[in-house]
């Protein structure tokens, strides 16, 4: 297949496009600025809208207006940006309405820096808005898996009707490498959406709504949210074990951070040391019962978790091994990207 050489950003737009969505409202934010840059132009060329808000809690509002209407819906910004769609994403997420957000993490806490960062794994992962409920995260690797999960991501959101988030980071999408692109979908082949809002003429009306004053009513529409959820950590958690079969050390990393670890796994590979990398592609549900498979085996010592935190995915990783093996840690913060050579050192016992 012919590949050609895209920025990710602009590669996760055009991949958004031939999976279907034909509705974007964003608001710029380093460092996402080319998704809707792209999308402004690109959307109009295949009949589909692209809206630049007023504001990011706009935005997040308009994608809640969009999917009720059945569209398939994208909206995207970065870090603060995504903190202020926080209440919208939660009554998408109650309403039982599909659309794909894309985080680029950025350092921080605060306005913090352009440059990248992962410490928004707790806001993605354990709800991140009001109350119960838990989105489909994926985590991509490289452009070319940006791509890939962007195009199906719309899919996964309609078959669960749930909000999906692709927790990317500025190295991703500022990066460019070759990709393949997917093939265009047509819109008109997806399955019908009875439960949209599309005009009554030849069907009973539908209601999303969000608010319930009977106890009974809304801890069922809670409990059906978490039956969803459940069917994905059933049929649809992704990961990648690396050179795991016999590996003493396991890496645990994603993202950015997880090619800086293959890179150190071969390294040390090359130096006769047994360690190996398991990458979690979703994050949300979690692959912990790989995780607890690879805390089963005898030749494993140890897993070291390497994140662009303090310390977020480690809860998690700690949680799956539930101290059947130490668990040891090692981040950066502040937009720094650990290189190769530094996470070796961690690892070998020089930094903590």
């Known amino acids: 297949m012919e590949k050609v050489l895209m920025k990710g950003n602009e590669a996760i737009a055009e991949a958004a496009v031939r999976g279907g969505c034909r509705f974007f409202a964003g608001y710029p934010i380093t460092p996402q600025n080319e998704i809707p840059e792209y999308l402004s132009a690109r959307l109009p060329e295949v009949g ?27 909206t995207s910004s970065s870090s603060p940006g995504i903190s202020l769609k926080q209440e919208g994403i939660s009554y998408i997420a109650c309403g039982q309405l599909p659309c794909v957000i894309i985080n680029m993490v950025r350092g921080g806490p605060g306005l913090g820096t352009i440059y990248p960062g992962q410490a928004d794994y707790f806001q993605a992962v354990k709800g991140g808005g009001h109350g119960d409920y838990k989105l489909l995260v994926y985590t991509p690797a490289t452009v070319q898996e940006a791509v890939d999960i962007t195009y199906k991501a719309f899919d996964m959101a309609d078959k669960y009707r749930i909000p999906v988030l692709i927790l990317g980071d500025g190295t991703i999408g500022q990066m460019m490498e070759p990709v393949a692109l997917p093939e265009m979908k047509d819109p008109s082949t997806f399955p019908k959406k009875d439960w949209a809002l599309t005009g009554r003429k030849d069907r009973p009306k539908n209601i999303v709504n969000t608010l319930d004053m009977n106890p009974d009513k809304l801890e069922a529409i809670t409990d059906r949210l978490f039956d969803v959820y459940e069917q994905i950590r059933q049929n649809d958690v992704e990961y990648e074990e690396y050179m795991c079969d016999d590996a003493e050390t396991v890496i645990v990393a994603y993202g950015i951070v997880s090619r800086v670890a293959k890179s150190a796994v071969n390294e040390m590979r ?17 692959p912990d019962k790989a995780i607890a498979a690879l805390a089963e085996k005898p030749c494993v010592k140890r897993f070291f978790v390497s994140e662009l935190s303090k ?38 016992g020089g930094k903590r």
């Open 48 to 74: 589909g809208t692209f809206i630049q808000s007023e504001s990011e809690v706009s935005a997040i509002n308009m994608i809640y207006g969009a999917s009720a209407a059945g569209c398939r819906a994208m």
């Open 311 to 348: 310390g977020q995915m480690v809860e998690d990783v700690r949680l799956a091994v539930n101290g059947r093996k130490p668990v040891e840690f090692y981040g950066r913060t502040g937009g720094h990207v650990i290189n190769t050579e530094e996470l070796i050192e961690a690892i070998e």
């Open 270 to 286: 090359a130096r006769g040391e047994k360690v190996g990398l398991f990458r979690p592609i979703t994050v949300s549900p979690y």
